[in-house]
């Protein structure tokens, strides 16, 4: 267990000290929030550091805090089977420009993940090989997990 | 009226064993109503219970209408049970274009009938705007008892319904 502080380190060390804006640790669960533009290297780094080896992403979701600048948050949840560790990446993201990265290239599991986010959230992800919505039908129009969203 | 031979005597009493007068309307029905195939088409909780209608304790096979098929052009019966999402809708009405006439609908469920607890963006408030639904069976979900109650109303359906109707002209209500 616990390759988490290896995990920050390593990212302090590689993509500089600001990379993190804020590190919690709540109940042995670490998350990290992530500035956008390092998220992609951060992502990477995590993924192929052999000591860090997350080689599972769990799960990509949104969340939307509406009243609050910037609106949305990207949560990344990473899982090493390797050494059984978990951790957690938060991005925020404007609502004036909501896009991001993809992390097809790191993870291939990221694609369903990102469509979802997409379909749900409105948050395109570039670089992304087929960016559709995947729980909605095709012709929806708007973007239902956004707090604005009227429920009928 | 001249006395029967005793062969005649028993020429009549083989013709009353085994010759039954009806009318064709009536024996077509009758063999409709006796061997519903269901098309499988679960969607939700629902389904579990009609897996339980379909199963040992509750067996439906005693009123003629366990083999559920998962190919709709072998089945003649649609009982939508569970939730249809607008994006299910399609499918929905597509299996249902590729079932053979005649062709019957139970709405199971509370979701199906008229959407439910899910009066949001993404479920179709009540099928019955899609497929012409012949019987409606409510609960959330309904008891195995229950489908096969709606199951047995419309056999009673079934055999009312005239020989001649034109499948065509089957409406949504």
Known sequence: ?152 | MRELEPSEHALERFLERTVLFTTLEKMVNWSRKSSLWPVSFGLACCAIEMMAMGASRFDVARFGAELFRASPRQADLMIVAGTVTQKMAPVLKKIYDQMPEPKWVIAMGACTISGGIFDDYSVVQGINGLLPVDVYVPGCPPTPDGLIYGIMKLQKKIEKEPLRRLWAEKTVD
Do not use: Q
Not at chain 1, 39 to 66: H, M, N, T
Not at chain 1, 87 to 98: A, D, G, M, Q, T
Not at chain 1, 119 to 124: A, E, N, P, R, V
């Open chain 1, 1 to 152: 267990m616990g390759n988490e502080r290896t995990a920050i380190s390593k990212i302090k060390k590689t993509l500089g000290e600001n990379a993190i804006s804020e590190e919690r640790v709540f109940r042995n669960e670490t998350t990290l929030v992530i500035r956008k533009e390092f998220i992609l290297e951060a992502l990477r780094l995590l993924r192929a550091d052999p000591d860090l080896d997350f080689d599972f992403l769990s799960d990509v979701c949104g969340i939307d805090w509406l009243g609050r600048e910037p609106r949305f948050e990207v949560v990344y949840n990473l899982y090493s089977l390797k050494h059984n560790s978990r951790i957690r990446l938060k991005v925020n993201v404007e609502e004036s420009r909501p896009s991001l990265p993809s992390a097809v290239n790191i993870w291939p599991t990221a694609d369903w993940h990102e469509r979802e986010v997409f379909d749900l959230f409105g948050i395109s992800f570039e670089g992304h090989p087929d960016l559709r919505r995947i729980l909605n039908p095709d012709g929806f129009k708007g973007f239902p997990y956004r707090k604005d969203f009227p429920i009928r």
